[in-house]
């Protein structure tokens, strides 16, 4: 059955993570008959295994539903779930552009939160229809009156606007229902003009190769036309086109306003990019729809195998990429390591999310460097150099001054927890901007260079606020500091894999820490193993890991103890030209350097 464009509903479920977007997704799949109730189950669209594991949602996802409405007609309802954690923040961005509404969760319990916000500024950009929603309302400690008013002062809703509903019961789910037809705006495109579609997502398949979520904002799509993407220009026919029910579902046709996805058979994945237009190849002459700001990586990491299979490790980083757009590689090479990645994430969560997606996924066993962020060195050359590789970061002589960036942290939590929150952003050299009170809510603004939220700033919050502090991130610029670069050398040979660069002042307490992790890190070999930190070619810090030797001057036969520890000195000499360069790093001796670096505490 084919329903008009004018009954069909594009929206979004946002909210602040653990505000209840997936629970509220899986009552509406629920209330609307989507999936019958033997296969329905918790997070039906978080269908990932780190989803499920860390409880959160990391990748938009889209099921389409029919709702009876109370008016007698049917509504075609294509709902885009969103992530709800701060570094996954631009898959919201990419699944509000495929829609005219959103339903903006908060929790009653919690109150608006700076995710809420930042959401629910997200919308307002994109000029969609917010639907205010409170939920958790059936808990004993929900402030229902409370986070009302917090909409009405803080987002300027009206009160007769705002929904309460619990998605764990199902209470309240049918007026969200209705009042998504009734405020939510039905798409504007007609099936008549040339095809228009926006590719807001992708997936890749080894047999049927790049499959493109879309929104069709113009036109009709069939398998018997020629396509073309209008970024790439690469041209397919169709092997399969589908709607989401929420499993792939395939059909003949999709018309303006529909969401669903297309087959391209296409098996090189440099083709298609997530915010291209996809057209026909008669109608090249249409100007591409917006598409997408490109992400910006706050965190920078290197990524090798553990073993020898580049192969199979290339395939999966290229097949990661192409799943989250916000995951930016390049090929990199370390003489200790091997070949492996330098890539770009969002934040640390997101870092450990591909790091187990590349262990469950694909079957990989991968070693991760020490993380860092972009810095500007300007050389006294006159060079600009944009430096997220400590390996290219140029000695201390050619320098003249080091920017590194600065963000806007917007931190809400509750009153009692300000005093420690203050001294934990001052203790990452954070500025105070201001401070303002909400109801029951405080915010305070700070400006923190990244590379000291990079490192698990959001757990110390949590951990200091017991849970009720959140914050939101934004870029602000770069600004000069006094940076230096930190190389490790063990028995000798300097191992690029270890080298970060920190802030000067940072650099003597890191150093005596960093030895002493490594030296009980670092696996010990028959002779011992100096560690050594160098900075500006001056060893700061040095601790030896012990052998693990048999004492082979002991051989029965009497000898006085010069000449054993003669013959101790030369066997020594002689293990360590034999194995100078054979040192073998575990993961634990780069996650030594990540602790130590997690802050000034």
């Not at 959160?56 to 996802?61: L, P």
């Not at 009709?220 to 086109?241: C, I, V, W």
């Not at 996924?361 to 993380?371: D, N």
């Not at 002991?554 to 003669?566: E, N, R, T």
Request: aromatic share 8%; with cysteine.
């Amino acid at each position: 059955m084919k329903i008009q464009s004018k009954n069909i509903r594009n929206f979004s479920i946002i909210a602040h993570i653990d505000h209840g977007k997936s629970t509220l997704a899986d009552r509406i799949i629920e209330k609307t008959l989507t999936v019958s109730k033997r296969d329905m189950k918790e997070q039906l669209l978080d269908s990932m295994d780190v989803e499920r594991e860390h409880g959160i949602t990391v990748k938009s996802r889209t099921v389409r539903t029919f709702h009876e409405a109370m008016d007698g007609h049917k509504y075609q309802y294509n709902l885009i779930d969103t992530p709800g954690h701060i570094d996954f923040s631009y898959e919201v961005s990419k699944s509000l552009a495929a829609c005219e509404g959103v339903l903006l969760i908060v929790d009653a319990t919690q109150g608006v939160q700076a995710q809420t916000i930042a959401n629910y500024n997200i919308a307002v950009e994109n000029e969609l229809v917010i639907i205010p929603v409170v939920n958790k309302i059936d808990c004993f400690n929900a402030n229902i009156e409370q986070t009302c008013q917090q909409l009405i002062d803080m987002m300027q809703f009206k009160e007769e606007d705002v929904l309460y509903i619990s998605a764990r019961t199902g209470q309240g789910v049918n007026k969200v229902l209705e009042r998504i037809h009734s405020v939510i705006p039905a798409p504007t495109g007609t099936a008549d003009n040339p095809l228009k579609a926006l590719v807001f997502d992708l997936q890749y398949d080894p047999f049927r190769g790049v499959i493109a979520y879309i929104r069709l904002f113009e036109g009709t799509l069939s398998k018997d036309k020629t396509l073309r993407f209008m970024a790439t220009q690469a041209e397919f026919n169709a092997t399969e086109l589908g709607v989401f029910l929420p499993h792939m579902q395939p059909t003949d046709v999709l018309h303006a306003g529909e969401v669903g996805y297309i087959v391209t058979g296409l098996k090189e994945v440099q083709k298609v990019k997530i915010g291209d237009t996809l057209t026909t190849s008669t109608d090249p002459s249409q100007q591409p729809l917006p598409g997408y700001k490109e992400s910006k990586s706050m965190v920078y990491a290197g990524l090798f195998p553990s073993d020898d299979n580049d192969k199979d490790f290339q395939n999966a980083i290229h097949r990661l990429a192409l799943n989250d757009s916000s995951f930016r590689y390049e090929e990199e090479r370390s003489e200790v390591l091997g070949k492996g990645f330098r890539c770009g994430f969002l934040g640390m969560l997101h870092l450990q999310i591909i790091r187990e997606r590349l262990e469950k996924e694909y079957g990989l066993t991968v070693l991760i460097t020490a993380p860092n962020v972009t810095y500007q060195v300007v050389t006294k050359d006159g060079q600009d150099l944009w430096i997220n590789n400590p390996v290219y970061y140029p000695t201390f002589d050619k320098i003249k001054a080091v920017k590194e960036p600065y963000a806007v942290v917007t931190i809400t939590l509750p009153e009692e927890y300000v005093g420690d929150i203050m001294k934990l952003a001052t203790s990452r050299k954070g500025i105070f901007i201001d401070l303002n009170y909400q109801v029951n809510q405080t915010i305070l603004h700070y400006e923190i260079p990244t590379s000291e939220i990079a490192y698990h700033f959001f757990n110390q919050l949590k951990s200091l606020s017991h849970g009720y502090a959140t914050m939101d991130v934004q870029f602000m610029d770069y600004r000069e500091a006094d940076l230096v670069k930190m190389d490790i050398l063990v028995n000798y040979v300097k191992i690029d894999a270890l080298a970060f660069i920190l802030h000067r002042e940072d650099a003597y307490r890191v150093a005596a820490d960093l030895v002493l992790k490594l030296k009980h890190t670092i696996p010990r070999k028959l002779y011992p193993m100096p560690v050594q930190v160098v900075v500006e070619g001056i060893v700061i810090a040095r601790e030896d890991v012990p052998p693990l030797r048999k004492n082979a001057a002991v051989s029965g036969d009497k000898k006085s103890i010069s000449k054993k520890q003669a013959l101790l000195r030369r066997q020594n000499i002689n293990k360590r030209n034999m194995e100078h360069m054979n040192i073998q790093l575990p993961q634990e001796v780069f996650n030594s350097i990540l602790d130590i670096n997690i802050g000034n505490d």
